[in-house]
């Protein structure tokens, strides 16, 4: 029961951005009182009714991947965290407001993720830059969120909302920014809640419920074609488990 | 008239040092944050530039360039700049950032950064007393007594680093020392690892779904009043939590666990990229280094323990001596004075180039390794600070590897300091550190594969 209820979120970011502060915050709806720095990759769980309020509302199991570190680690590091990066469903980017780098490092973060997804002989299919389209005909959502804010002074904000637009026109993602020490910015029935499930939903229904043919059997493709050329690698395990 | 020329070359390129260290901040400490205190990267700028320019004096010296008269007035402002820099400037700009970022303190941020720079230079002043640095004749207040102390510091330094990193040198550089992985090791890791991490969503999922049922639960609880309603509601939540805490005991344990295996997989990835790397023809070269450093930091680690059981200072700089090697004992005549101003200035050229790259590399990574957004100012400042220290002590000890005619502008500059004794305590922190550091790595190399027995 628990393997068919299956979605996978991966939550990415740069170092000190407040991923595991957001995660905790969205799983066990408390803020992390004691944060400190993620070693290699904390799940937590949270349970996302589908469809909410509706006659075909399901409940499923969200996992949400936290996977530490920083877009310039050693390349040993990042053929490590790349073993987190299997059969992702959709992807949460997060930045930190107050640090505009943070922002500019998720096009990396993002590539570094769909690119290990995408292709699971490890090949990098692009050369780094970012590409538009590669987003358009990506097949995981993605959610943008903005954390810490809280210290952005007032005078800055419209700036600073501005930019996060743009970011989020680039992704085609939805954008949430708020605070991960205070619960009071995804309280129910806020439009952050709303967007929040919104996402949620659409994860789900990729994964679940998609009736378009082309990128399942792509990845059904792909997937015999490691069984076939690399009967170690374990990372399809069985291909019921893309259905 | 001379003298304004040469202040105007030294100006322009203390000019040139300061962007320089602009840039590397900008482009390799700062990659990933923003830059909001714009003080901290004219400090770490300054205090870059200023310690090269007195590299340059020293160049200059041995070339002859400039006037000598100007040339002693420029070491003096840079002595007493760098000075200046280093005691007042960037301890007060430390104590400042540390105390923004306690809360408590906000307010009063001025009063606290002096009272941090007043403890301090309590303790920087105590510094001197154990360390026979200074002869009596010197007041209290000579600038003497701010070089000895900033020297033995920075010499203390010196040592740790260059014992260390004559140690760890020859260890990476030779592939002797590689264990043997595989990647079918690797992948039984990643196994490993990925069966953790589904055992703690599992688990997770568990916790997640009682809690729910508890809170459900208690929503219906609540409409049960009365007595048997309160009685029920006891037993059911202390089953209910006591099962939680349990879960989240298992859980701690798991994530420990995961944590662990991951560092593991880190590990045997490098070492994998360190064997593939070391087939390569730079792999080779470097690999054929390491046996030529290995061999240099024996030697090296012997030389400082005569020095100190001998009780033994050298007299003759590397220079000289070579040349009268050279000149008795293999009997070829050439110009002394030409030949050894040449090789002097080489020889000076390439330790102050390469302790000034090494620096800065170690630099960097050491703040990679530790900053975050929060501390990134203080760590930068500390770092400057190990800067200037560093290169203030180097030209101190400069001084031995340097012929005679050469070296009276630093004694006359730095005045009456004891050099014995600074060459003699970085002797001994070499040695320290060189033999610590040789058993912390053969500590951690036998450490690693009885790991890999274990799993």
């Not at chain 1, 969120?145 to 680039?170: H, N």
């Not at chain 2, 879960?247 to 045997?268: G, H, K, M, N, P």
């Not at chain 2, 630093?410 to 040695?431: A, K, M, P, S």
């Amino acid at each position: 029961m628990a393997s068919l209820d299956r979605v996978k979120v991966l939550v990415l970011g740069d170092s000190g951005v407040g991923k595991s502060s957001l995660v905790h915050l969205l799983c066990q709806n408390q803020v992390l009182g004691n944060p400190s720095w993620t070693v290699g990759c904390s799940v937590d769980v949270r349970i996302h009714d589908y469809k909410e309020g509706t006659p075909e509302e399901k409940t499923f199991y969200i996992e949400l991947w936290d996977v530490g570190g920083s877009v310039g680690s050693a390349s040993s590091l990042k053929s490590t965290r790349a073993v987190f990066y299997n059969s992702v469903n959709g992807i949460i980017l997060v930045h930190d407001l107050t640090n505009k780098k943070s922002s500019q490092n998720l096009y990396r973060w993002s590539l570094e993720a769909l690119n290990r997804d995408s292709s699971p002989t490890g090949v990098i299919v692009s050369n780094g830059d970012y590409d538009r389209e590669q987003f358009a005909e990506n097949p995981v959502p993605l959610l943008l969120i903005g954390t810490k804010f809280d210290q952005i002074p007032e005078s800055k904000r419209s700036e600073v909302l501005t930019r996060t637009a743009f970011l989020s026109e680039d992704f085609i993602a939805e954008e949430i920014n708020l605070d991960c020490t205070n619960p009071r910015y995804l309280a129910a029935g806020t439009s952050n809640a709303v967007k929040l499930s919104r996402f949620f939903d659409k994860v789900i229904e990729k994964r679940y419920f998609t009736r378009d043919p082309s990128p399942v059997r792509l990845s059904f493709i792909y997937c015999f074609e490691d069984e076939i050329n690399f009967p170690k690698l374990n990372k399809c395990r069985k291909p019921s488990s893309l259905f | 008239m001379s003298f304004l020329v040469d202040s105007v070359i030294m100006f322009t390129s203390q000019v040139l040092f300061f962007g320089f260290g602009w840039l590397f901040f900008m482009r390799q400490l700062f990659k990933d944050y923003e830059v909001r205190q714009y003080v901290v990267q004219v400090v770490f700028s300054v205090t870059f530039a200023f310690s090269c320019t007195m590299f340059e004096l020293i160049i200059f010296e041995i070339l002859g360039a400039l006037s000598s008269s100007s040339r002693y007035f420029h070491w003096k402002l840079n002595l007493y700049v760098i000075l200046l820099v280093l005691i007042f400037v960037v301890p007060f700009y430390i104590g400042y950032f540390v105390v923004s970022n306690i809360r408590l303190l906000q307010r009063q941020r001025l009063l606290f950064a002096c009272m941090v720079w007043f403890t301090f230079m309590y303790f920087f002043w105590k510094l001197g007393d154990p360390f026979p640095i200074l002869s009596p004749k010197h007041g209290i207040l000579s600038i003497e007594q701010l070089i000895s102390r900033v020297g033995v510091i920075g010499v203390t330094l010196m040592a740790l680093l260059s014992g260390f990193g004559a140690v760890n040198c020859p260890y990476t550089y030779m592939s002797y020392f590689l264990r043997n992985v595989t990647d079918g090791d690797i992948l039984a890791l990643e196994r490993r690892l990925l069966q953790t991490m589904d055992m703690i969503v599992s688990k997770k999922k568990r916790i997640a779904m009682t809690r729910r049922q508890m809170y459900q639960r208690g929503e219906d609880q609540n409409k049960q009043t009365g007595f048997w309603g309160m009685i029920k509601s006891v037993t059911s939540t202390q089953s209910g939590s006591e099962n939680l805490s349990l879960i989240q005991q298992e859980v701690d344990a798991l994530e420990e666990l995961s944590r662990q295996l991951f560092l593991e997989t880190v590990d045997l990835q490098s070492t994998k990229e360190r064997i593939e790397y070391s087939k390569t023809f730079q792999g080779k070269y470097f690999n054929f280094l390491g046996y030529f450093f290995s061999i240099y930091c024996v030697w090296k680690i012997f030389m400082a323990t005569i020095n100190i059981v001998f009780d033994r200072v050298g007299k003759t700089d590397p220079v000289t001596r070579g040349i009268e090697i050279t000149v008795n004992y293999l009997g070829i005549q050439f110009d002394v004075k030409f030949w050894s101003q040449h090789i002097s200035f080489i020889l000076v050229g390439i330790i102050i180039v390469t302790s000034i790259r090494g620096l800065l590399i170690t630099l960097t990574k050491f703040f990679y390794a530790i900053s975050s957004s929060k501390s990134s100012n203080v760590i930068v400042l500390v770092l400057a600070q190990i800067m200037g220290m560093y290169f203030v002590s180097s030209v101190l000890l400069m001084r031995m590897s340097m012929p005679l005619e050469y070296r009276s502008i630093v004694t006359e500059v730095l005045g009456e300091l004891q050099f014995n004794f600074y060459h003699r305590w970085f002797d001994v922190i070499f040695l320290v550190s060189a033999l610590s550091s040789i058993l912390f790595l053969y500590l951690a190399h036998k450490q690693a594969p009885e790991k890999h027995m274990a799993l």
